[in-house]
């Protein structure tokens, strides 16, 4: 069974940064995707950032430009570093893996930014 772990979600004040971070254990043979979905409450859920194996990332509109996501130095471990957060970035976000069709999915974890 795969497990992902989210954590350094919290409150912030706006133009503020947080670091997001997910770390996957369990039986994992081939990961091909790693990164991070968010949902605000009424809307649906959203892509935030996602990055392969190989380390190309892909960014959703909110992010670009704002957000980083990188790989850790441990084995499927990822990071999100958020930058200039606005209370539009409020949100729970929640780390996902894709790995030989299934995909796996964390918890979530509370960003909160005030104005």
């Known amino acids: 069974q795969v497990e992902l772990v989210e954590s350094g979600g919290g409150l912030v004040q706006a133009g503020g940064s947080l670091r997001l971070s997910c770390a996957a254990s369990?039986?994992?043979?081939?990961?091909?995707?790693m990164g991070w979905w968010r949902r605000v409450p009424g809307k649906q859920r959203e892509l935030v950032a996602s990055?392969?194996?190989?380390?190309?990332?892909t960014y959703g509109d909110s992010a670009e430009g704002r957000f980083a996501i990188s790989r850790g130095n441990a084995k499927n471990t990822v990071s999100l570093q958020m930058d200039r957060l606005t209370p539009e970035d409020t949100a729970v976000y929640y780390c996902?893996?894709?790995?030989?069709?299934?995909?796996?999915w964390g918890q979530g974890t509370q960003v909160t930014v005030s104005s």
């Open positions: 996902h893996l894709v790995e030989s069709g299934n995909i796996y």
């Open positions: 369990g039986l994992i043979l081939r990961p091909i995707v």
């Open positions: 990055i392969t194996t190989s380390g190309g990332a």
